[in-house]
């Protein structure tokens, strides 16, 4: 069996709109989106229905992925790794030298991708101060890593 190399293509900015609709779709965190999160965000597919989606929050310094979701008629296409690497060089390229996040489904992927488990009380006062790790976000979530 011989493996294909899927090129996606990956866009900045996606609408408030369409984001809001994908990741709810996928029961993730929207109540805190505004069309200025969405500088940050980039998604594949049509720009009225992305197929997919990953947002960051840039720091002093620090990241936060905001979230990542592929569309399940999407997945294994490798969209999401690249919207993963797309987010990443995004963070780099603005200064950061850690990238964040939050999961209560995804730690095995993002383990797979570099991401390694951390404690919540070293997480950056940055990152603490977002209203995904502060409010939105259980306290059971895994808290991950990964150096950039």
């Known amino acids: 069996m ?7 293509s990956v866009c900045q900015k996606p609408s408030l709109t369409s984001a809001i609709a994908l990741l709810a779709s996928a029961d993730l965190p929207t ?3 505004t ?12 720009a009225s229905c ?5 947002g960051l929050e840039i ?26 690497e797309h987010a990443q060089a995004h963070a780099r ?16 992927y993002f383990e797979k991708n570099g991401f390694v488990r951390a ?14 790790f502060a409010d939105i976000c259980p306290s059971g979530s895994a808290f991950m890593m990964r150096r950039l």
């Open 2 to 8: 011989t493996s294909s190399t899927v090129t996606v």
């Open 31 to 33: 109540e805190d989106l």
């Open 35 to 46: 069309e200025a999160h969405c500088e940050h965000f980039f998604f594949t597919g049509p």
């Open 50 to 54: 992305p197929t997919g989606l990953v």
């Open 59 to 84: 720091f002093d310094g620090v990241a936060l992925l905001r979230s990542l979701v592929v569309t399940p008629e999407n997945r294994g296409q490798g969209g999401g790794a690249a919207l993963l």
């Open 93 to 108: 390229g603005r200064g950061a030298r850690e990238l964040y996040l939050l999961t209560t489904t995804a730690g095995q």
């Open 119 to 132: 404690a919540r009380d070293a997480a950056p006062v940055a990152i603490r101060n977002t209203r995904e």
